[in-house]
């Protein structure tokens, strides 16, 4: 089994910044068996999105809406991933999800909710 728990939403006037992260943990999950870990997020009434990816091997990828604003990042030896949010704009308001994927298969964190006021 797979746990993930995510931290640092919050409410952020329009321009700051905010940390997300999320940690790791479970019998199957060490640095050998995650493939991956992002981030996607979702807002009210729309579909969940993808924002950010970063592989085992380091190699990142980000949704065009955040490139150059947010940063993914990931400690191996917590296990945790973590996305530095600069810049924020009210688009961004959003429910964030952690993603992991252990062994080819997903595992989904329970959100944290992120609102940018303008």
């Known amino acids: 089994q797979v746990q993930l728990v995510e931290s640092g939403g919050g409410l952020v006037q329009s321009g700051g910044s905010l940390r997300l992260s999320c940690a790791a943990s479970g019998s199957s999950v060490n640095i050998f068996t995650i493939d991956a870990m992002g981030w996607y997020r979702q807002a009210p009434g729309k579909e969940r999105e993808f924002i950010a990816v970063?592989?085992?091997?380091?190699?990142?990828n980000y949704a065009d809406s955040v490139k150059g604003r947010f940063t993914i990042s990931r400690d191996n030896a917590k296990l945790t991933m973590y996305l530095q949010m600069n810049s924020l704009k009210p688009e961004d308001t959003a429910v964030y999800y952690c993603?992991?994927?252990?062994?080819?298969?997903?595992?989904w964190g329970q959100g944290t909710q992120v609102t940018v006021s303008s």
């Open positions: 993603n992991v994927i252990v062994r080819k298969v997903n595992y």
């Open positions: 970063i592989t085992s091997s380091g190699l990142t």
